[in-house]
């Protein structure tokens, strides 16, 4: 609801807060229950979502190019999620693909990709890409992908992502000015899930991903120590020295296609801090709204 052009966060009767309003027997307003993730951890150096991260972002969500006429058009948000019915009205029934996925961290580091042929798709004949009931920009797993300035010393990595490949990994994240395999892999296996070579070292404990459902993966290497969580379940601290580097989403530079991503990706944020303690409520809050686990 709204006062004008402004947005109302709180309505009172007298000192008393008002939770709904009605209008006649129809809700126009509610208090808002939504927890931005970014308002309660703070300081991520990138942060690319399908959702409102943070309170104070005044921008969109992504840039759409439709196939019919190669018009592009901003995305933003409707109730802290992505606006899927003017995107559905915007492609009127044709092929949706990203050009770019702002940066919500107040960064400017938008994820961009010029080459039309090289888009992942957000929009299929008309209809929203969705799984589990939540948009989800998809890749294609031979040439699609999204380039951003590279970061470096990242400390924090959280990640909503799925893969629909059936043996090859698939790579959600890559740092192409490297010549080792760095990057985030998945992998489905009939004995092992393998979320590997952040720099080098793989996850210890092992898991079976089933395609096309949504994973919850979260990444800590503060250059002593280094732990990973799988949808909440986290292994203990080894010891690593490497930080995560990366330019790249969903492409893997000058290598074979069969590593490139086949599947989706809702969220991916950057953090340049060890968020160790902080590891539960960040994933409580993606969960809370992703229903992953």
């Known amino acids: ?19 709904k309003v009605y209008l006649g027997t129809n809700l126009v307003w509610s208090a808002s229950t939504y927890a ?54 915007f492609c009127s029934g044709t092929d949706g693909f990203v050009k770019t996925w702002y940066d919500q961290s107040g960064n400017g580091n938008d994820a961009t990709q010029t080459t ?14 969705t799984e589990n009931g939540k948009p989800s920009v998809q890749f294609d797993g031979s040439n699609d992908g999204l380039d951003f300035s590279r970061l470096q010393n990242i400390e924090t990595l959280c990640a909503v992502a799925y ?16 010549l080792d395999l760095r990057g985030l892999f998945m992998r489905k296996d009939p004995t092992v899930w393998n979320m590997q070579q952040i720099q080098s070292f793989p996850r210890t404990s092992s898991y079976l991903i ?51 991503l086949q599947g989706g990706l809702k969220e991916l944020i950057f953090w340049d801090s060890d968020q160790s303690s902080n590891r539960t409520g960040i ?4 969960n809370d709204f992703y229903s992953i686990y």
Not at 9 to 16: M, P, Q
Not at 116 to 129: E, N, R, Y
Request: hydrophobic share 30%; glycine share 6%.
């Open 1 to 19: 609801m709204k006062l004008g052009t402004n947005d109302i966060g709180s309505v009172y009767l007298g000192t008393n807060a008002v939770q």
């Open 36 to 89: 931005y993730l970014l308002d309660d951890y703070s300081g991520a150096a990138a942060a690319y979502s399908l959702r409102k991260l943070r309170s104070g972002y005044s921008g969109s969500a992504i840039k759409v190019r439709r196939s019919s006429d190669n018009t592009e058009q901003d995305i933003g948000f409707v109730d802290n999620e992505l606006d899927t019915s003017t995107l559905a009205t």
């Open 116 to 129: 039309a042929a090289d888009q992942p798709k957000i929009v299929s004949s008309g209809s929203v890409i």
């Open 163 to 178: 893969s629909t490949r059936p043996s090859f990994p698939s790579i959600v994240i890559r740092d192409n000015t490297s």
């Open 210 to 260: 089933n395609s096309n459902d949504s994973y919850l993966m979260y990444i800590m290497t503060n250059g002593t120590n280094s732990q990973y969580s799988l949808n909440g379940d986290a292994d203990s601290l080894v010891a690593e020295t490497n930080k995560i580097s990366s330019n790249q989403i969903g492409k893997y530079h000058n290598q074979p296609e069969n590593f490139n």
């Open 283 to 286: 994933e409580t809050n993606i």
